[in-house]
Nanobody, 114 residues
Framework: VQLQASGGGLVQPGGSLRLSCAAS????????MGWFRQAPGNQRELVTN???????NYADSVKGRFTISRDNVRNTVFLQMNSLRPEDTAVYYC?????????WGQGTLVTVSS
């Protein structure tokens, strides 16, 4: 599965960004889609994921601020990020869990700074 992520950039604290990730495989063959992030010097961490049944999970640090959604027609998952904080600065990676394992996108940089 190839994943193409986009939407990163520079935003001020309190601002919003929307990330997108388009999959080359139909969502009918993907168990779950998710977003991980990795800040400089930190380990990669799960931000959120959504199952094929539409059940979403969020890291405590982003609950109430981030929302994951999926477009099953365009095989695209979105991450709406609101009330961004400097500690949200990281490279964000899209993932897809399928029969053959987990695929990773190329990463998109989100920088939250004034």
């Amino acid at each position: 599965v190839q994943l193409q992520a986009s939407g990163g950039g520079l935003v001020q604290p309190g601002g919003s960004l929307r990330l997108s990730c388009a999959a080359s495989m139909s969502f009918r063959r993907i168990h779950a889609m998710g977003w991980f992030r990795q800040a400089p010097g930190n380990q990669r961490e799960l931000v959120t994921n959504v199952t094929s049944a539409g059940v979403a999970n969020y890291a405590d640090s982003v609950k109430g601020r981030f929302t994951i959604s999926r477009d099953n027609v365009r095989n695209t998952v979105f991450l709406q990020m609101n009330s961004l904080r400097p500690e949200d600065t990281a490279v964000y990676y899209c993932t897809a869990d399928h029969l053959w394992g987990r695929s990773w996108g190329q990463g998109t940089l989100v920088t939250v700074s004034s």
